[in-house]
């Protein structure tokens, strides 16, 4: 199924840059005003006035009730639709202030304050998924346009040890919730096969097995990230093993996320989740979950490479255009996290699109350039 992804992706690639005319526009201009440090630092402003707003509504930050032990959770933090709109705005500040910032001769101080202080409000967040989204497109983002290989290989360094960092601080700080250590204790025992005396023919716990469940025990922090990178396989594994349900409609489980939260139908608890999983505890089934339970297997190989090549088309645009240098940086993460989830399929892509619009084209056309 990968392999058949991979395969359209490319060869839709070989075709785009065959038969495709070849591109005579000049690269993009860089002193926009959009890269300018105030115009940054305004959008910077505007987005603080609303994050205020999402912690006034609900009553704190996630972090600070994780180290007070008290009874709420990342997701009972933020206002719906509204801190999706507004997560994406801030990936999008992050962007604009990366690409000013790596492509500047000078160090600009402001920018990379703006950019430390926009990740430690991800960080406060400590939803890890949302985390690591965010630190990608600053990646993608920084190695796309910086002058020079050193430069993208220091930006790329940068960016990997706090990601790496916020992570294993995530996952620390939320080690200390109650709900968190059962989440991490169960699904291992289910996905590793723990020695099942009603069933002979269970897996029997190994070396290894043994090994790595010593190692989580003394870190929670180092079990997320293994428990992230191996379930939603295991869920796809028991979903070909399995008679899947069919969909109420095809193209629902795909085009269901795309509904606004405040408008979105509740669905039952057997439907809320498309394909069977080992673990209620982790609901992932890679990027191709959504597509499988619509389309079945193969059907999900073929759009999963279409989604792919769709990347690719816009990843050689951001040569020429400055909306595709905003915009390729979400298509870099979203294939970069799709073992995990799919965010191609969410608010998160028609929300950034916009913005790469309105910033890249619509504010250029009318707002003259000046000097970064």
Not at 53 to 82: C, H, K, N, Q
Not at 105 to 119: D, E, G, M, P
Not at 194 to 201: E, M
Request: glycine share 6%.
């Amino acid at each position: 199924m990968v392999a058949g992804s991979i395969a359209i992706a490319a060869g839709g690639s070989f075709l785009l840059e065959r038969f495709t005319p070849s591109a005579v526009a000049a690269p993009p201009p860089t002193d926009l005003v959009i890269f300018s440090t105030p115009f940054i630092l305004a959008v910077f402003a505007v987005w603080t006035a609303g994050f205020a707003l999402i912690i006034a509504y609900s009553g704190g930050l996630p972090v600070f009730w994780s180290i007070e032990g008290l009874d709420r959770y990342y997701y009972d933090y933020g206002v719906p639709t509204f801190s999706g709109a507004w997560n994406t705005l801030r990936i999008v500040i992050s962007i604009l202030a990366t690409i000013a910032l790596v492509r500047s001769s000078s160090f600009r101080w402001v920018l990379a304050l703006i950019i430390a202080l926009l990740t430690l409000t991800v960080v406060a967040e400590i939803n890890r998924g949302g985390y690591v989204l965010y630190c990608l497109n600053v990646v993608a983002a920084g190695a796309l346009v910086a002058p020079s290989f050193k430069r993208q290989v220091a930006w790329v360094a940068v960016l990997a040890i706090a990601t790496l960092g916020g992570i294993y601080g995530i996952g620390s700080v939320r080690s200390i919730d109650a709900k968190a250590t059962v989440a991490i204790a169960a699904p291992f025992e289910v996905a590793q096969g723990a020695t099942d005396t009603t069933n002979p023919t269970a897996a029997q716990p190994t070396a290894v097995t043994k090994a790595v469940r010593d190692l989580m025990e003394k870190s929670a922090a180092v079990s997320w990230v293994y428990l992230y990178l191996t379930t939603p396989i295991a869920n796809l594994h028991l979903a070909a093993n399995e008679t899947l349900k069919a969909a109420p409609f095809p193209g629902f489980y795909s085009l269901y996320p795309f509904l606004p939260s405040v408008i979105r139908p509740d669905l039952l608890p057997e439907d809320r989740y498309p394909l069977p999983l080992a673990s209620l505890a982790y609901t992932m089934s890679s990027g191709y979950g959504t597509y499988i339970a619509d389309f079945g297997f193969a059907g999900a190989s073929v759009i999963m490479g279409l989604q792919l090549l769709l990347g690719i088309w816009v990843f050689k645009l951001a040569r020429y255009h400055v909306w595709a240098q905003i915009l390729f940086p979400m298509f870099f993460a979203i294939s970069m996290l799709s073992f995990f989830t799919n965010y191609f399929v969410t608010l998160l892509t028609p929300f950034h699109m916009a913005l790469a619009v309105l910033l890249g084209v619509i504010i250029p056309r009318f707002w003259s350039p000046k000097q970064a």
